[in-house]
T-cell receptor, first 113, second 110 residues
């Protein structure tokens, strides 16, 4: 069974540019989560999808971040325009149940220069 | 505000030298405490979930325990392949969203 996959694994962009991260959850997992880890700090929750609906987006930093999950399958997280403080590792995770075990992808390391 | 503190930040052990990692938390209404292992360049990998004080879970050389204020991850006779960052996260009654600690970086020397 394929795990959670994220693309790209690394991205280096200039301040002001746009970047789109993609996450493919484990097949059949309705719950999809985005997290971010800024260097030296803990992993922070960004948002949670149940199928195609946003269940909770309380962790989204600001309106430069836009997440979508069309059709309830893969999800994208767009940062537009990117700022230096957006640098970090963005993780996606999925789970069958909301309170169940979360399976994480390998992360996308975003560097804004 | 919910807080999760892990200690030590980094730990170096010799192969076979047993030790414990600590995760202390100040939350209201603990629903669950999770331990993850994270290898460089990879995402966190689930290890254990603990739900109530006194609960213990084991997997190979790892044993996780839980009290009302903290959890320990005991590593017995570690091997170099146990080297990784170990993350703790807590889930409270008010929210299913886990709060993560910063992790403990463990290096086991052969």
């Amino acid at each position: 069974e394929a795990g959670v996959t994220q693309f790209p694994s690394h991205s280096v962009i200039e301040k002001g540019q746009t970047v789109t991260l993609r996450c493919d959850p484990i097949s059949g997992h309705d719950n999809l989560y985005w997290y971010r880890r800024v260097m030296g700090k803990e992993i922070k929750f960004l948002l949670h999808f149940v199928k195609e609906s946003k269940q909770d987006e309380s962790g989204m930093p600001n309106n430069r971040f836009l997440a979508e999950r069309t059709g309830g399958t893969y999800s994208t997280l767009k940062v537009q325009p990117a700022e230096l403080e957006d640098s970090g590792v963005y993780f996606c995770a999925s789970s069958q149940e909301e309170t169940g075990e979360r399976f994480f992808g390998q992360g996308t390391r975003l560097t804004v220069v | 505000e919910d807080q999760v503190t892990q200690s030590p930040e980094a730990l170096r052990l010799q192969e076979g030298e047993s030790s414990s990692l600590n995760c202390s938390y100040t939350v209201s209404g603990l629903r669950g405490l999770f331990w993850y292992r994270q290898d460089p360049g990879k995402g966190p990998e689930f290890l254990f979930t603990l739900y109530s004080a006194g609960e213990e879970k084991e997997k190979e050389r790892l044993k996780a325990t839980l009290t009302k204020k903290e959890s320990f991850l005991h590593i017995t006779a570690p091997k170099p392949e146990d080297s990784a960052t170990y993350l703790c996260a807590v889930q409270t009654g008010g929210s299913y969203i886990p709060t993560f600690g910063r992790g403990t970086s463990l290096i086991v020397h052969p």
